[in-house]
């Protein structure tokens, strides 16, 4: 059975274990829908860890999670609302469902829909006032902890702001594609339209999904579309045209072009083009103008070999009525962003001498376990670039598990052993307490040499399944912020359709979905789990992301932390690890004048105020002189990095996957700062709802450096002199020119 330790995909359990507990539906709702609702809330009272019955309790906790599943920000139900559904629903709702009984769902969301509809027509008015902004008042951003208003009044009050504080965001923005208030009411009718595109299937989808949520926050219920999206995340492949797409102005538009996908080698589709109508084969036309991008997307996505033809207005046509016809045949795209790769990384010391280190950077914890189309591994690619940086002669490695949000439990326990010697990796308890110790029985060493893990409060599940592993085994330093996410549960996903195909619950058609159930904790081999506490770094670097509002700790009914006996396991020689004391002295020496580290804390003292005060102000002169400081302070910033230059000095040497199987000897030469992805914006993430959609203010393409993989580099350089090491390969260092 193979299992998976983050949101994500692994193969079904046993039917048998729950066949006794369906009851036949006897619904109002279309059969398939009632049905699906009754299998998913019997997998979960009788397969979910807790084993916990869907009664009055759950039933209650169930109504919030769906109330505010739909209204996240409690922005559009008002006290009147909830008190109403509360009375009817807050003990009846598992009764309900296990009749296989969605009407409450459907009634609950038709209220909503209706606050959506009357909220946006008097937004639409609101927008079309004068606002001086010069007041004192100030908006809420975040209010997913606060109360809903309590009548359509307070509801008014607290709009009135909001809009105010919406055109000011626009008004403050220095490029505009049309008015502050065409822009707002444009994005009131984009709310008002996603609301209506919801479909019967839609909301039984929302409303399982809230069910599922209700036992733990890594339990949930995937639609078949959402199926896909996992199966595709895990192994890193899909069949369609390979183009990025983006909803903008009811339109859907082409953002990125996937190299090597279909689209770029037929060459026909550009970045900015945008499609109205799709066809399939050699059917009629389907206008999808205004259409939900996952409906889009699914229509643009199938069977390989198979032709899909677009309608596109060209991005360069200077009449919109202006369309052309692009037919492209499905094929296989490969997601290689999401790959392992590494770097050759040659750090030049103080003294002169130069310390070659490899750095391998993985985003997740990959698998095909489809058991459909090419085998993916991530063990398999990080042993191909751990092969080829031992032939480079690398005397350090480090491993990135930054954002690294998890995968296959298979995984995690296949990629530690390419670290140790055969012995246990982690244990696993199910509901009945039974324990299971889960090793790696492969006695070789793929690599031996020193190690350092970099980890942040991003990393979780299967990456911190490797990194306490290795920091239990003495076999690497674990460095970043002060702990990891702390997700300690193992999740299956439960293909529906099979559990549906029973006789009695006579479904003609295959779409039901399938159910992702936590049916594990997991532990390290010293007892602990990783659940809430997640993995301590040995060396804890100021970061941006180390901030409590993220992590296991910040959802909603996570399981508790426990502890279970340890495991016999050969721990690497103590003496190895003797210098940990000293690397940290050293570390917070450099961490204490490092002016990147001086700009993190900062930032962190800066956002932790901001969350503290929750609220941004609706008057422009306070507004304009918080852009101006902001705008000063990067200045500076930026004024400083360019008189000193890079703080470490190294050469860098990019290392994909396709270089290693083509044996690519004159590997492609990189800045050492750069960027590389995404960074985590909390502060960004908390002024969503006010942020400008639209933006498209030129951004500066200049890295800001990596602070915590500069400190790590340096780590990893105290820790190869301290342990006075040869070399780990054999090989020269003359491959690289």
């Known amino acids: ?200 299937a839609d909301i039984g989808n929302t409303f399982l999904r809230a069910l599922a949520r209700t036992y733990d926050p890594h339990s949930e219920y995937l639609s078949p579309s959402e199926m896909e999206n996992f199966q595709i995340t895990m192994k890193l492949s899909l069949v369609g045209i390979g183009a990025v797409l983006r909803s903008e102005d009811g339109y859907t538009k082409i953002v990125e072009i996937v190299p090597g996908g279909p689209a770029d080698k037929d060459g026909q589709l550009k970045v900015g083009d945008r499609i109205v109508a799709v066809a399939q084969g050699d059917e009629e036309f389907e206008d999808i103008v205004d259409m939900r991008l996952d409906k889009v997307v699914e229509k643009i996505r199938g069977k390989e070999g198979t032709v899909v033809r677009l309608q596109v207005i060209p991005n360069d046509a200077d009449d919109p009525s202006k369309r052309t016809l692009v037919e492209i045949n499905r094929d296989k795209v490969q997601l290689k962003d999401q790959e392992a790769k590494a770097e050759l990384i040659d ?77 246990p990796v982690v244990q696993s308890k199910d509901p009945s307490g039974k324990i299971t110790v889960n090793s790696d029985r492969d006695p070789s060493v793929a690599y031996a040499g020193p190690m350092v893990v970099v980890m942040n409060r991003l990393s979780a599940s299967a990456s911190e399944i490797f990194a306490a592993a290795l920091q239990d085994y003495g076999r690497a330093v674990i460095v970043g912020d002060e702990r990891s996410f702390g997700k300690g549960t193992v999740q299956t996903v439960i293909d529906l359709d099979k559990s549906l195909s029973l006789p009695f619950f006579n479904i003609k058609r295959q779409n039901a979905g399938a ?22 770094s040995d060396i804890v670097l100021p970061s941006r992301t180390d901030n409590p509002e993220i992590g296991e700790n910040s959802l909603k009914d996570p399981l508790e932390y426990d502890e279970i006996a340890p495991v016999v396991f050969t721990e690497k020689n103590p003496k190895d690890l ?80 396709d270089d290693v199987k083509s044996n690519r000897k004159d590997l492609k030469m990189v800045d050492f700062e750069r960027e590389r992805s995404k960074s985590y914006d909390l502060d960004e993430e908390l002024e969503g709802n006010l942020k400008n959609s639209e933006d498209k203010e030129e951004k500066d393409n200049s890295p800001n450096p990596d602070p915590i993989r500069n400190e790590t580099v340096r780590i990893m350089s105290d820790l190869h002199n301290f342990l006075n090491l040869d070399n780990t390969a054999t090989a020269s260092k003359n491959n690289i020119p």
Request: without cysteine.
């Open 1 to 200: 059975m193979r299992h998976l330790l983050k949101s994500s995909i692994s193969a079904a359990i046993s039917i048998s274990l729950i066949m006794a507990g369906f009851v036949q539906a006897n619904a109002p709702m279309p059969a398939d829908q009632a049905q699906i609702a009754l299998a998913v809330a019997n997998w979960l009272q009788q397969a979910h860890y807790s084993r916990t019955k869907l009664d009055d309790t759950m039933s209650s906790k169930l109504l919030l999670n769906y109330l505010e599943l739909l209204d996240y920000n409690k922005l559009y139900f008002t006290e009147e609302d909830v008190a109403e559904f509360t009375e009817k629903y807050a003990t009846t709702l598992d009764d309900h469902i296990l009749r296989g009984d969605l009407a409450p769902a459907h009634e609950i969301f038709a209220r909503y829909k209706q606050r959506v509809e009357e909220r946006v027509a008097r937004n639409k008015e609101l927008a079309k006032q004068t606002y001086d902004f010069k007041g004192n008042n100030s908006v809420e951003l975040n209010r997913q902890k606060s109360k809903w208003p309590a009548t359509s009044a307070d509801s008014d009050k607290l709009w009135q702001d909001r809009v105010e504080a919406e055109i000011l965001q626009e008004h403050l923005t220095e490029f505009k594609l049309r008015t502050p208030e065409e822009t707002v009411t444009r994005r009131y009718d984009q709310a008002l339209r996603n609301v209506n595109e919801m479909d019967s």
């Open 347 to 423: 750090v030049t010391e103080p003294d002169g001498k130069v310390t070659r280190l490899g750095w391998i950077t993985l985003p997740s914890f990959y698998a095909n376990m489809s058991g459909n189309g090419e085998p993916k591994s991530t063990t398999e690619d990080v042993s191909l670039l751990l092969s080829r940086l031992k032939e480079e002669g690398i005397e350090g490695l480090v491993v990135d598990l930054r954002r690294d949000g998890g995968g296959s439990l298979e995984e995690a326990i296949n990629l530690t052993g390419l670290f140790i010697p055969k012995g």
């Open 515 to 536: 159910l992702k159930l936590t049916i594990q904790k997991f532990y390290r081999i010293r007892g602990g789990s990783t659940q809430l506490k997640g993995v301590e």
């Open 578 to 657: 003797s210098f940990l004391e000293e690397l940290r002295k050293r570390s917070a020496g450099r961490i204490a004048t490092d002016p990147e580290f001086l700009y993190v804390s900062e930032d962190m003292k800066r956002l932790r105020e901001r969350i503290e005060e929750n609220s941004i102000s609706t008057n422009e002169e306070i507004r304009r002189k918080e852009l101006a400081e902001d705008k000063a302070r990067k200045e500076a910033r930026d004024k400083e990095r360019a008189a000193r230059g890079p703080l470490i000095n190294a050469k860098v040497w990019e290392l994909t996957l």
